[in-house]
């Protein structure tokens, strides 16, 4: 019998962190619409976790790390993202976009949000104060160009029944959570924003790549040599610490981006070790949260418009990444 995991090594972790997702998400639901208010948060909790891990995964299956064979990471990571709501473009574009931000050592993103907030001063306005007030608003603007996507032109109309269907399932699925309990949906509401901005965060200060919109193939311009030295030197790992185990698994240890960027077939359970393996403790590249955290808060209205990510200090730097603007909206769940 062949083995349905790609590593021996992956059957435990892996069936103990998809249980987990699977089936703490439905548990934190049910948990928010208790009379309790101390079940309430832990549902709160246990809900963005799982909306958390159900993204990393499908990043793990995009790169066909935990099954052998890609149908099944497909299947996988479809299911994932009717958890999470990214649903509305396919598993294969999300794949698809991703990988070329690998091979190409860019940020090829879908939409440039950057063009369209500065074309509508009023949406503009909207967005940046929402981002002042610590709402993620660029994020759901990304969301909302890939459900508006097949209906503004030809290239991806024959998706345009598909997502039709997909907001009608979850629309009927909100709502009945509502009818069930109105304080569970926005409890349900609030563990998503978090979703979202932990998403956010891992995603904002990783690298210091170009970003380029494209819709279609297009290759990025030629403009400069992008080979594994620019590579590393463009990628950071955002952790927690190097030694914070459980911490580090907020995000399924996806913090260790330049291992990751690496050996992008390293599944997320090997990637601290593997992180040691490669680099010392005095790696520059290594930027803790605790150094990011004053730059995600002071940046979050500079960043959405900035016309470039910024620039991180070399290590023992007094507020080394005070600079490091980071980047927004280019999650490889929106990147279709």
Partial sequence: MKPVFRYEDGVWPNVSAMGFTVLGWPAGIALLGQTSWLLNALGVLLVA????????????FAHNAIFRTPQAN??????MSWINGSCYASFADMRRKHMRHHVERADVITFDSQAFLRAH?????????????????????MRGFVIAMPFMGDKKKEARGRVIGVVVVRLV????????SLKALLLYAFAFLI???VLRFADCFQHTYDAYPILDDTPIPADKLRDRAYEQANTYSDVVSLDAKWLNLVWLNFGFHNAHHERPTAPWYRLPAFHRELYPDSYPQVITVGELLKSFHINRVKRVLA??????????????????LGAVGVSFLTAV
């Fill in 121 to 141: 001063p009023l949406v503009r306005r909207v967005v940046l104060a929402l981002e002042w007030a610590w709402i993620p608003a660029v994020e759901f603007v």
């Fill in 307 to 324: 016309s470039n990510y910024g620039a991180v200090q070399p290590p023992g730097t007094s507020g080394r990444a005070d600079g490091f």
């Fill in 74 to 79: 497909e299947r996988w990571g479809t299911l």
């Fill in 49 to 60: 976790q799982t909306l958390i891990w159900s993204a990393y995964f499908i990043h793990e």
């Fill in 173 to 180: 699925a909100l709502a009945l959570l509502g009818w069930w």
């Fill in 195 to 197: 979703f979202v901005t």
